[in-house]
T-cell receptor, first 112, second 115 residues
Framework: GQNIDQPTEMTATEGAIVQINCTYQTSGFNGLFWYQQHAGEAPTFLSYNVLDGLEEKGRFSSFLSRSKGYSYLLLKELQMKDSASYLCAVRAGSSNTGKLIFGQGTTLQVKP | GAVVSQHPSRVICKSGTSVKIECRSLDFQATTMFWYRQFPKQSLMLMATSNEGSKATYEQGVEKDKFLINHASLTLSTLTVTSAHPEDSSFYIC???????????FGNGTRLTVT
């Protein structure tokens, strides 16, 4: 089966760094995605990893270890607007196209 | 960048009626679109994969006769919720795939409320 796990909730302080972990067990792997979703809105794309290692994009970085079935999203210099749900999603199967399977999401609350 | 438009953004309907939701890829051709449903405080659950010119592929537990999907062109897919019931009230989100190895682009979602 497909299983993607991430913590349900996290709290961090404005200006700090937070790491959101994601572990996955899927039949096939063709990329891991991180999305941000504010309440009542659609997800917006943050980052994409298909090879092992770190991808950096401004204040956001994402890391992947395929052998461990593990990824994390790192958010630096946290701002109040970063309070949102963060979704880890895996493109399973044998193709580099196709559906994404989502984890349950991590609700991040940034406090002053 | 790739844009996906979804309409309507909100709809309220009476129990027993049908509702159609449209998903359009505005600046790229999408041979495949995906329909997700999201209940409050839960993650996105894939309902079906919509392929242009062929029948949709439904996920286990999703009733294909209740959630009708039509993907008539490379830029338009529609989801029709037939004989809607209050338990169908949810946030429905479509997404479209452009080139391989690219992220899915999501529409803004449709908040369906069935009274």
């Amino acid at each position: 089966g497909q299983n993607i796990d991430q913590p349900t909730e996290m709290t961090a302080t404005e200006g700090a760094i937070v790491q959101i972990n994601c572990t996955y067990q899927t039949s096939g792997f063709n990329g891991l995605f991180w999305y941000q979703q504010h309440a009542g809105e659609a997800p917006t794309f943050l980052s994409y990893n298909v090879l092992d290692g770190l991808e950096e994009k401004g204040r956001f970085s994402s890391f992947l270890s395929r052998s461990k079935g593990y990824s994390y999203l790192l958010l630096k210099e946290l701002q109040m607007k970063d309070s949102a749900s963060y979704l880890c999603a895996v493109r399973a199967g044998s193709s580099n196209t196709g559906k994404l399977i989502f984890g349950q999401g991590t609700t991040l609350q940034v406090k002053p | 960048g790739a844009v996906v438009s979804q309409h309507p953004s909100r709809v309220i309907c009476k129990s027993g009626t049908s509702v159609k939701i449209e998903c359009r890829s505005l600046d790229f051709q999408a041979t495949t679109m995906f329909w997700y449903r999201q209940f409050p405080k839960q993650s996105l659950m894939l309902m079906a994969t919509s392929n242009e010119g062929s029948k949709a592929t439904y996920e286990q537990g999703v009733e294909k006769d209740k959630f009708l999907i039509n993907h008539a062109s490379l830029t338009l897919s529609t989801l029709t919720v037939t004989s809607a019931h209050p338990e169908d009230s949810s946030f429905y989100i479509c997404s479209a795939e452009g080139v391989p190895d690219s992220p899915l682009h999501f529409g803004n979602g449709t908040r369906l409320t069935v009274t």
